[in-house]
């Protein structure tokens, strides 16, 4: 009998606190400055240097370009650019070599798919991704 007083008594005592959880689909939630979230691509600033792909620990990026129509420029124009995010880590280490700022983190980290087909991200999703993109403050 004194154990369910016990009980109960915290229960009450517990009743009056503001609750410590969040209604996370309804109300966002709030990551630091710093957070690492989604990958968000800027083809129109791509080099097609190919930092990213060969810096990124588990190779999960492709990047391939084509040559420029016009044969005196030599710069390449983007082809394709896909990441599979079944593999990344969110290293943040193909965001730090890009020296075109083409690729940025974003505060964005809902990728919950049902399939793993649909972690296969590619370019025009990832220049979609716009949302909570994370501002870097440059000397």
Not at 99 to 106: C, D, L, R, Y
Request: proline share 8%.
């Amino acid at each position: 009998m004194l154990g369910l007083t016990k009980g109960l008594a915290y229960t009450l005592k517990q009743m009056g606190k503001k609750p410590v959880t969040y209604d996370y689909p309804q109300e966002p939630l709030d990551v630091p400055d710093r957070f690492r979230g989604i990958q968000t691509f800027y083809p129109e600033k791509c080099i097609v240097c190919n930092q990213c792909a060969a810096i990124c620990p588990t190779d999960c990026i492709q990047l391939t370009g084509k040559p420029h129509p016009d044969p005196n420029n030599k710069k390449k124009i983007i082809d394709t650019y896909d990441i599979n995010f079944e593999l990344c880590i969110l290293c943040d280490l193909c965001t730090e070599v890009c020296p075109t700022e083409a690729i940025v983190m974003s505060n964005n980290f809902e990728l919950a798919e049902y399939s793993r087909d649909e972690l296969f991200k590619d370019l025009n999703w990832l220049n979609e991704n716009r949302k909570n993109v994370r501002e870097v403050n440059k000397p």
